[in-house]
């Protein structure tokens, strides 16, 4: 019995070793490319935008290396495998949301703007108020992001090294936050776009050698693998038809309802998603991005549906208490393990290495963009041309920006110790509740309204960013959420602190039409009657791209 105890002991610390050797490879990597890339970061241009000279074959990797998140491989798989049907609703809406972004905003983006969001807001309004509007909710909700994908990473990395400790748990998170500082200072745009195209070769790999393995254990039988899924779940047929976790109350189906919205929206008013735009040098080549984006996308999410149904099925014993423990995050890790042996066999701790590590690499990619676009927006629209008034040199722009990483990763790292507990999907839906009510109608109003003023963008901007982040704090995602068998708070604060009011998770349903609201509200009370001369010029740049660099 000794001898075997033993035998396990060095098994388990061997799998660490391998976990911790393949870590460390996907760091040299992305700290090579980042090094490489600096070498050709010298004007603003290259910094903010990679100096336009991405393809949009190229860009398309990038989007998707940005927008298949922590919260994608770790979130929505793990949501599928405890929630089955109602899982995969993230996957659905966050594919479908790729439509509006093609549609009405990625083309018109790229030839409207230079570097940032509010260069296309500023074009035709008050450049101050709109571009401190602007950075203000950029940097919000980046944040949210940032705080899912530091979530992420601690989970991950205490599992795969075998931590159990808060204190190492922080220290994981620490260190995730030091090194994306480290990427935006050094590398820039050129640097973050070149470690997401990477780090999405690697997540397709990945994702696509698990889902074959687990679907070659059913013969390749998708019904075989869900019926399997649904039994193993102890919820039997339930657990393959809607209306296990957004169903059992009125209050859950409208919660349903408000978050579909916020995911078909959102994307086309996520900031680090709409700065890619402006990598590539023609609206072509942009349409190019998406429809790659698309590709890529819509061909890993159908994955989740494997990778979160196999969780469900293949997974059990104390591994399947981890699951739930851990909100989920940890099903496409553990599902890795299962299926190339299971504990303490060299299959499974190969697989278990890899699949960890290319979550890492996902994370990685995904906090250096969120993390650029932040500080790109604080020295571009704040520093330069609110602060400075357009006096700042491009030398100066850059500084402020990478000075901006630094603060930004520190919130960023501040937020996520205490959100540990959280689900990285639910939070990634948070972000895409305040981009859709923030940022979405003032950037439609924008491009289409020609009555749209000043006073109508900043209403629009301020009141769909209040109002989402305002609902979000008084709702049982913060406190007054609580486990009904343990007692256990499911919220930010403890169980004993309860000042939701509240009742729905997710606020979109409220608060994006009341950005669009206040959009038309603001517009229509205020005397200003916009520029038309302006806005005939918008229309022709966006259409165009005529003049869109300067």
Do not use: C
Not at 36 to 63: C, E, H, L, M, P
Not at 142 to 156: D, K, N, P
Not at 211 to 228: P, R
Not at 464 to 470: K, P, Y
């Amino acid at each position: 019995m000794i001898a075997t105890d033993a035998l396990l002991a060095a098994s388990e610390e061997s799998n660490q070793a391998l976990t911790a050797s393949l870590f460390g490879l996907v760091v040299v990597l992305t700290v090579g490319i980042t090094f490489w890339a600096s070498r050709n970061t010298k004007t603003a241009a290259d910094y903010y935008a990679g100096g336009r000279s991405f393809s949009g074959v190229q860009n398309g990797f990038a989007i998707g290396g940005d927008y298949m998140s922590a919260a994608s491989f770790l979130g929505i798989s793990g949501a599928i495998a405890l929630s089955g049907y109602d899982g995969f609703l993230y996957s659905i809406g966050f594919l479908v949301a790729w439509l509006v972004a093609l549609l009405l905003i990625a083309e018109l983006l790229r030839n409207s703007g230079r570097f940032t969001m509010a260069d296309q807001l500023a074009y035709r309004m008050r450049q101050r108020p709109i571009r401190q509007a602007a950075a203000i909710s950029t940097v919000v909700v980046s944040i949210f992001y940032l705080l899912a994908q530091m979530v992420g990473a601690g989970a991950l990395v205490s599992l795969l090294l075998g931590v159990d400790s808060q204190a190492a748990k922080n220290i994981t998170i620490v260190s995730v936050g030091v090194l994306m500082i480290f990427y935006v200072v050094v590398g820039g745009m050129k640097g973050t776009t070149w470690v997401q195209i990477v780090k999405a070769v690697l997540l397709m790999f990945g994702t696509l050698l698990i889902s074959v393995l687990v679907l070659a254990k059913f013969g390749f039988n998708l019904s075989d693998l869900l019926g399997t899924a649904a039994e193993a779940s102890g919820k039997g047929q339930a657990f393959l038809e809607p209306g296990l976790k957004y169903g059992v109350s009125t209050t859950s189906k409208i919660d349903f309802l408000s978050l579909g919205i916020a995911l078909v929206l959102g994307t086309a008013g996520l900031p680090h998603i709409l700065v890619r735009f402006y990598t590539v040098p023609t609206a072509k080549q942009a349409r190019v991005s998406v429809l790659w984006a698309i590709g890529l996308i819509g061909t890993f999410y159908l994955m989740t549906l494997v990778l979160g149904f196999g969780a469900a099925a293949l997974v059990t014993g104390d591994a399947k208490d981890q699951i739930a423990a851990s909100g989920g995050n940890l099903a496409s890790p553990l599902l890795a393990e299962a299926i190339g042996g299971g504990p303490g066999s060299l299959g499974g701790a190969v697989l278990l290495a890899l699949i960890s590590a290319v979550a890492f690499a996902t994370i990685l990619a995904v906090v250096a963009g969120l993390t650029l676009t932040s500080a790109s927006s604080v020295a571009h629209d704040l520093y330069a041309n609110v602060w400075r008034k357009g006096k700042a040199t491009e030398k100066d722009e850059v500084r402020v920006a990478r000075i901006s990483a630094f603060i930004i990763g520190g919130v960023a790292i501040a937020l996520a110790i205490p959100g540990q507990s959280l689900n990285v999907a639910f939070l990634v839906a948070l972000a895409f509740a305040v981009a859709a009510s923030a940022n979405l109608p003032a950037l439609l109003y924008n491009l289409f309204w020609k009555r749209f003023n000043t006073r109508g963008a900043l209403w629009s901007i301020y009141g769909g960013l209040i109002s989402a982040v305002g609902l979000v704090f008084f709702s049982p995602v913060v406190s007054g959420k609580v486990d009904p068998d343990t007692g256990a708070s499911l919220s930010l604060f403890p169980a004993s602190v309860d000042f939701s009011w509240f009742p729905l998770e997710n606020p979109g349903i409220v608060s994006i039409p009341l950005g669009f609201f206040l959009g038309w509200l603001g517009t229509v009370t205020s005397s200003d009657k916009g520029s038309v001369e302006r806005f005939s010029e918008l229309e022709v740049r966006s259409l165009t791209g005529a003049g869109a660099e300067k």
